[in-house]
């Protein structure tokens, strides 16, 4: 046994010829073969479970329970650890509204009533452009039905293509015979209804629609029933004449014909056309002579000599 003996595990070394220990270098570990290296210790102690002599154990710690990088920066002095972020608020759900906020059968309802009034427009649109669209193969099939749906609400008074656009000036004009407070009856002279309305528009910002356009549209719907010799075509010429009596007897009421307490007996209405002169440019020629279109006379029912008092005093 020798220095190295160390319990039950030292090192056993023959011993020479005369039990001494073997002659070596002088310095231990000075050759490869004469002790083990510092890595075959480590080797070695690792073997055995022995530690380094000298060194503290340190207990090892399981890979899951190891410190990660993100602890040991946060428990690295001087570090502060990040604000937790803020709460998102919540968001507030919109409230319904409008057709959704009703209940499934009021929804329903609704649904069909948009539907029905999408397709009447539909329809409608429709009709008023077949109306005022040129000749063509459905207006010849369809056309009772077509004007069945456009009069007299709905009726337009101009076209999509108006290839000769009007170049007259057309005056309506009306006369009558009234019977006076004596009883006696008189003829007036011819009313021209035609430049009372034009005079009632100049200078005026805002006419009225019945100033601009009712006794113009109520002559359109007579001629565009009658002939040229005044005789009613299709079922809506008595409706015209009807219409256009009813207005000029309103008007000469207006007018005061036949003075103070006449009553209007009977109209007869006439037109007067002039063409529009060409520009000085122009080449064209057109004549300047009037033309005199003069309706038979009517005789005015009571409804409408009532009717237009009404009206008169009402105004």
Not at 108 to 116: I, M, N, R, T
Not at 257 to 264: C, D, L, R
Request: aromatic fraction near 6%; glycine fraction near 8%.
């Amino acid at each position: 046994m020798d220095v190295y003996d160390e319990g039950s595990k030292a090192r056993h070394l023959p011993d020479g010829p005369d039990g001494s220990l073997p002659e070596g270098p002088a310095s231990t570990g000075s050759t490869p073969d004469s002790a083990p290296s510092a890595y075959q210790e480590s080797i070695g102690q690792e073997s055995t479970g022995q530690e380094p002599s000298g060194q503290e154990s340190v207990p090892q710690q399981p890979a899951s329970q190891a410190p990660t990088a993100q602890t040991l920066t946060a428990q690295a002095p001087g570090h502060q650890a990040p604000a937790a972020d803020p709460p998102v608020p919540a968001v507030p759900v919109p409230a319904l509204t409008g057709i959704a906020s009703l209940p499934l059968r009021s929804q329903v309802v609704a649904a069909l009533a948009l539907a029905v009034v999408a397709v009447v427009a539909c329809v409608h649109l429709g009709m008023v452009f077949l109306h005022v669209a040129p000749s063509n193969t459905v207006t010849k099939q369809h056309g009772r039905a077509i004007d069945d749906w456009i009069y007299p609400e709905f009726e337009q008074n101009w076209k999509l293509f108006a290839p000769n656009p009007l170049q007259q000036n057309i005056d309506v004009q009306v006369r009558a015979q009234v019977r006076g407070a004596d009883g006696g009856i008189t003829e007036t002279g011819w009313y021209d209804l035609s430049a009372l309305d034009g005079a009632a528009i100049d200078g005026n910002l805002l006419p009225s629609h019945t100033q601009q356009n009712e006794l113009r549209r109520a002559w359109d719907f007579y001629t565009g029933t009658h002939d040229n010799e005044n005789r009613p075509v299709g079922l809506r010429g008595d409706l015209s004449q009807r219409y256009l009596r009813r207005i000029v007897v309103l008007r000469l009421d207006r007018e005061g014909a036949g003075g103070k307490g006449a009553v209007v007996e009977s109209v007869q209405v006439r037109s007067r056309t002039t063409n529009v002169p060409p520009p000085k440019w122009s080449e064209e020629q057109v004549s300047d002579t009037p033309v005199l279109r003069e309706l038979p006379w009517w005789t005015v029912p009571e409804e409408d000599v009532t009717d237009a008092r009404t009206e008169a005093s009402a105004g």
